[in-house]
């Protein structure tokens, strides 16, 4: 990726981040994120990341932000937009954070060909504690905001995503990267931040089997 630009395909989480670090020490040259929200635009698909955490987010990287809302049926309609809108302003590599699910793979790479994108997946096929552990090794900080209470128990939720926090998820044999939808996490400061994310959280909730946690800019931060 020797200086080539690229977007980077943004959940707010862990492998996203670790995707996007992966790919400037690849040589790349990030241009954008892009994320994908609800219809209304108010909160991150999966994650259920409100806007002001994830412009936070770009912000912090420095970086201009893009979102695009869908709903399921909308879903891939609103991706490929996105993609060529990207593809338009001279960026035609898109980097993703899968790590080894063939079915995820497939869809991007089909979903790229169709816009004319080059997908790149810098963590895939890795093993996946071998990921973790580089991220947490060099200076991720992230945290659970949402369970999967079908697949592990609701009272991990808001935990820090740690070495500890790996082995103790293990232990209950509950794949400790989540990659199967167990949760999802929310990066708040790392090697590719200018500074650090400052979040609350302001409560949680549950629907449909899983919690989420209410996550916002510390209060101070607004006001400013």
Excluded at 21 to 48: N, P
């Amino acid at each position: 990726m020797n200086n080539q630009p690229f977007v980077a395909s943004w959940s707010g989480g862990k492998d996203s981040a670790l995707a996007y670090y992966r790919a400037l020490q690849a040589g790349g040259v990030a241009k954008r994120i892009w994320t994908m929200f609800e219809e209304d635009k108010e909160r991150s698909k999966s994650h259920a990341l409100p806007l002001e955490i994830i412009r936070a987010q770009a912000n912090s990287l420095g970086i201009p932000l893009m979102i695009h809302g869908a709903d399921w049926n909308s879903y891939e309609e609103q991706f490929l937009d996105a993609m060529k809108e990207c593809v338009d302003a001279g960026i035609a590599d898109g980097v993703f954070g899968d790590i080894d699910l063939e079915d995820h793979l497939t869809w991007v790479q089909t979903a790229c060909t169709k816009v004319g994108m080059n997908a790149v997946h810098p963590l895939w096929m890795e093993p996946r504690r071998q990921l973790l552990e580089e991220f947490v090794h060099s200076g991720f900080e992230a945290y659970i905001v949402v369970v999967n209470t079908t697949m592990m128990p609701a009272e991990f939720i808001g935990r820090e995503f740690t070495i500890e926090l790996m082995d103790e998820l293990e232990s209950l044999s509950i794949d400790s990267c989540g990659e199967s939808g167990e949760f999802h996490t929310v990066v708040v400061d790392g090697p590719i931040f200018k500074k650090r994310v400052p979040i609350e959280f302001k409560g949680q909730h549950e629907r449909d089997g899983y919690v989420f946690l209410d996550v916002g800019l510390e209060t101070n931060m607004l006001t400013q």
